[in-house]
């Protein structure tokens, strides 16, 4: 079991690293429009800050966010790198995460000469090696604890699937991780909360699937706090803080997400219901099933596929987008990249919901449910004015069911 527990806490560590590091290059390339002409490259490399420490246009040091963002953008890197080898028992000096990042830094710095809506900076890249060397230097003071930690949890299927909610849910809130600093964007942000908390005349529309994705998130919760002959009164107390404090948390860090802004009415859905799934979890544990879950997202899915539900009449029905992902090679835009993490968020929760109430494995199916749920949903939004119907949704609502039936399936067999 040692060995079981140790390899799943090593598999974590793994791809926790490749996808800090796909991150790393996504937030520093974004928005992925490349323009390699000499003339390009030329204005690019002038205007580059090729002085550390000083911002030569605007003749000062550099913004203090931006500083932190490049090293905050490369602190999971050394953290989880460094985890991966202190779990296999290996040493590694901290000096050797500061020249990854760095290298990293300078890398992602030379490419974004070609992007240019980015501007390349020596500052960034000396930024993400101390990035990458403090997230190793966490990695050192706290490893061993947290080793300890998982490999006591790592067999415990309930518990894992209560992380990859958490997971879940994270990505769904604060997706497509176009974080800033800016002290003008968290401004605005605290302004319109401030003026409109509850988004008085706004559609709900994903504000559903959040509010489910939490209801599991309180079943599950409340599922495990309840385990046992009897519950503990200071466990139950700790397990009802953290469900109640992450809706605040999560909502609280859109101010640092440039595609969204937090909002009172979304933080009361949640909060709804992550306590009524803990209830359910706590005082009925028989009814906290994945099938149940399935239906909660699911209902949850097609109210937000349907937002705002003023529908027209046939003959005002918009066409069909038949080319599949037409939208990311015309444009790569924040709007379209959250929309497909929604799509592959969410459906992988509603497959991975799925291949947990049917015991088996049936992925394909799982897949051709989902396609054909997200089909009805994008030919209803043929008749609303303010959504597009297309094939890309569709195809990326079957691709996440069929990812998320699979990690279901590694999380249930890992006994």
């Not at 020249?99 to 710095?109: F, H, N």
């Not at 600093?181 to 699937?209: A, K």
Request: contains cysteine; aromatic residues 12%; positive net charge.
């Amino acid at each position: 079991m040692a060995n079981s527990q140790a390899h799943a806490s090593q598999t974590l560590f793994r791809y926790g690293f490749c996808f800090s590091l796909l991150f790393f290059f996504y937030g520093t390339l974004f928005p992925f429009h490349f323009d390699f002409s000499k003339r390009e490259l030329s204005i690019a490399w002038s205007q580059a800050g090729l002085l550390p420490y000083w911002d030569v246009e605007r003749g000062r040091i550099p913004s203090m966010p931006d500083c932190v963002a490049n090293i905050l953008l490369t602190a999971p890197l050394g953290f989880l790198g460094l985890m991966q080898r202190l779990q296999r028992g290996k040493v590694s000096k901290l000096w050797n995460w500061f020249m990854l990042g760095l290298a990293l830094g300078l890398a992602a710095e030379i490419l974004q000469l070609a992007v240019p809506s980015r501007s390349s900076s020596v500052t960034d890249a000396i930024n993400n090696g101390f990035g990458a060397l403090a997230g190793a230097a966490a990695a050192r003071l706290i490893g061993s604890r947290l080793l300890r930690f998982l490999e006591g949890t790592a067999l415990d299927r309930e518990h894992t699937w209560l992380w990859l909610l958490v997971g879940t849910l994270t990505a769904i809130m604060l997706g497509p991780f176009d974080f800033s600093l800016d002290v003008s964007h968290i401004v605005s942000d605290y302004r319109m909360l401030w003026t409109n908390p509850w988004e008085l005349g706004v559609p709900i529309g994903d504000g559903w699937v959040q509010m489910a994705a939490f209801t599991l998130v309180g079943a599950m919760s409340g599922r495990i706090a309840s385990s046992g002959r009897s519950m503990q009164l200071s466990r139950l107390k700790a397990a009802v803080a953290c469900i109640l404090l992450m809706p605040l948390v999560l909502e609280s860090s859109q101010l640092f997400v440039e595609s969204h802004a937090p909002s009172l009415r979304d933080f009361a859905m949640e909060a709804l219901g992550a306590a009524a799934g803990f209830m359910v979890g706590t005082s009925a544990p028989v009814l906290a099933r994945p099938i149940l879950g399935f239906v909660i997202l699911g209902l949850a899915t097609i109210a937000a596929g349907l937002s705002p539900g003023h529908f027209v009449s046939w003959r005002g029905r918009s066409s069909f987008e038949w080319i599949p992902f037409v939208e990311y090679y015309r444009q790569t835009t924040p709007a379209a990249l959250y929309d497909a993490m929604m799509g592959l968020t969410g459906y992988g929760l509603l497959g991975a919901l799925l291949q947990a109430a049917w015991r088996g494995r049936r992925r394909g199916l799982i897949a051709v449910l989902a396609v054909a749920l997200a089909a009805g949903i994008e030919f209803a939004q043929m008749f609303l004015p303010s959504r597009v119907a297309n094939i890309t949704d569709i195809l990326i609502a079957g691709m996440g069911a069929w990812i998320g039936a699979l990690i279901y399936s590694g999380v249930r067999d890992r006994r």
